[in-house]
């Protein structure tokens, strides 16, 4: 036993080292000014690594200004998954395009990043020998009405700070504004004096066009004092200066939407945007009643995805559709949002042949090029096959096309007759067995309809779509009509009916309530309903009429 696990040991290991052998690479921007400072993180899972990744590939580029680890262990459905990341602060030495190169660590090696480095111009102003001032900047000073522009907000300080910094909210009148992801915190060099950088990024949305000021920002902070009193309380006031900066203000002209755009249309002024489609299954060997889930994806860089207007519905003589809720997502990039809207939506075959998809087209404003766009997806014609196995019933209220000459009134008025006589010919049997003596009735074969309808009732109480159908099919042929003709007669019966189609057919099945389909089965009018004569007792009535 001792030697089997001696054996097996070395196993697990080179196993585990085969799991997580890898070395990720990540920067927290990829644009920065000269003089400033990235942040580059490693990070493995592979416990079996020791030691430091090897930085001497980025000296010949990049100043090291600090390195410094993070272990973590989280703990996920009862899975412990152990990571080390490494947290280096770089100072590029040169501008334009830079590459991290990878770095090795073990058997393992990181992949090369590429970041932009902008020249920045070098400030000679008194506020560049302030302790603490700030910029604020926009990345363009025109737009159009609803389009995005970018505030970036920079705090320099060369010395040190207390936590208790505030800066006065950003409020502009007429304007939606979009905190673009968290507040960043780098370092840069001034005329040879190391400056720490707060950052914070806002995506403004004008409202309305003309010409808009964003009203100074103010930060506030204490200095540090290099040599406090020794007789200060840890608890009492931070000894050092209180320092208050403000920002200049910025004007923007707000252009307002062009003439040439189409009135009918939303706007949507963008930088880019892109509308993709998918489906699930494909739609190759379609056959009627398959469900097929159809997304469509409209990507937008420049609007918030509360921004995009709603697509197109696919409204197809031929195709049930289901609707599920738009899936809305924003993603923070150095360019601004990214606004991403996907709707889908569950589509049934009704019928067999052909059935045509029109194209889908999305105008839009290209805030880039400053010109009209149209983004679309090509019109496709879905084939379908007859199910042998499914019987497709003609919804309540669906009138199909039809040419109205005399043979088919002729077939209408032969069909009328037959039946007229075999209503009359019912009718009197009936009476005839009016008179007839009292006799005990067959034994039933099958389920009772009391059975049946107990069926109905614990399968939609407990909201399960596909027993209700079950025991609603059993129950329906005991019945001298089918659903589709008490669906018919009855509005309620075939709104409850299209909602337990609907769960079957779409990815909302598990919300589904039933309790609107056992109402509609209990309050059918009477006259419709299956008349025993026996009862439910089992007996015939005492004195038949």
């Known amino acids: ?50 030691g430091k990744p090897d930085l001497t590939p980025l000296e010949p580029l990049f100043e090291v200004r600090g390195t410094r680890q993070v272990n973590q262990l989280n703990t996920l459905n009862g899975d412990n998954r152990a990571t080390t990341r490494w947290i280096i602060t770089l100072l590029p030495k040169e501008n ?21 480095v902008v020249e920045s111009a070098t400030r000679e102003d008194n506020n560049s020998l302030d302790p ?30 207390y936590d208790d910094s505030s800066l006065t909210p950003l409020q502009i009148a007429d304007a939606r504004i979009e905190q673009l992801g968290d507040t960043r915190t780098y370092e840069k060099d001034i005329n040879g004096v190391r400056h720490g ?29 290099p040599q406090p009193s020794p007789d200060v309380s840890a608890q009492g006031p931070k000894p050092g200066k209180l320092m208050r900066v403000s920002s200049a203000d910025i004007p923007l002209t707000v252009k307002p939407k062009p003439l040439t755009y189409p009135v009918d249309a939303p706007w949507l002024p963008a930088r880019s945007l892109t509308l993709s489609e998918s489906w699930n299954p494909e739609p190759e060997h379609t056959q009627v009643g398959d469900s097929l889930t159809r997304s469509l994806t409209l990507k937008v860089e420049g609007l918030a995805s509360s921004q995009l207007p709603v697509l197109p519905a696919t409204d197809v003589n031929g195709l049930r559709r289901y609707p599920d809720q738009p899936v809305l997502s924003n993603q923070s990039t150095d360019r601004g949002l990214v606004g991403t809207r996907e709707e889908r939506e569950a589509l049934v075959p009704s019928r067999s042949g052909a059935i045509d998809l029109p194209t889908v087209d999305v105008v839009w404003w290209n805030t880039f090029e400053d010109h009209l766009e149209h983004s679309s997806l090509p019109a496709r014609t879905l084939q379908v096959a007859n199910n042998p196995s499914l019987q ?18 002729w077939w209408w008025k032969l069909s009328t007759l037959i039946l007229a006589c075999t209503t009359l010919l019912g009718f009197g049997l009936w009476w005839r067995a009016r008179w007839q003596p009292a006799v005990h009735r067959a034994a039933q074969t099958g389920p009772s309809p009391r059975t049946l309808m107990d069926d109905i009732k614990r399968a939609s109480q407990a909201n399960d779509p596909q027993a209700t159908r079950q025991a609603l099919d059993a129950w329906a042929r005991q019945q001298p009509e089918t659903l589709a003709d008490m669906a018919a007669r009855f509005v309620p019966l075939s ?30 009018p009477t006259a419709e309903r299956v008349h025993d004569p026996v009862g439910d007792s089992g007996l015939p009535p005492l004195y038949p009429k």
């Open 495 to 524: 709104d409850a009916l299209d909602g337990l189609n609907g769960a079957l057919y779409s990815e909302t099945g598990q919300h589904w309530q039933g309790e609107d389909l056992w109402r509609a089965i209990r309050t059918i």
């Open 96 to 116: 334009g395009s830079v590459v991290i190169p990878p770095l090795q660590m073990g058997d393992v090696q990181s992949q090369p990043i590429t970041v932009q």
């Open 132 to 161: 603490v001032f700030i910029e604020a900047s926009l990345d363009q000073s025109s737009v159009y009405v609803q389009a995005q522009a970018i505030l970036t907000l920079r705090i320099y300080h060369s010395v040190s700070l």
């Open 392 to 409: 497709v019933d003609t919804p309540a209220g669906t009138l199909q096309p039809s040419v109205v000459d005399n043979d088919v009134l």
């Open 197 to 225: 950088v707060i950052e914070m990024r806002y995506a403004i949305y004008p409202q309305h066009s003309g010409l808009l000021t964003i009203a100074p920002q103010t930060f506030s902070a204490t200095l540090v004092d």
């Open 1 to 50: 036993m001792t030697r089997f696990t001696a054996l097996l040991l070395p196993l697990l290991i080179c196993t585990a080292t085969a799991q997580a052998t890898e070395l990720t690479a990540s920067v927290d921007r990829s644009r920065l000014n000269s003089g400033e400072t990235v942040e580059l993180t490693l990070e493995t899972s592979d416990v079996t690594q020791f």
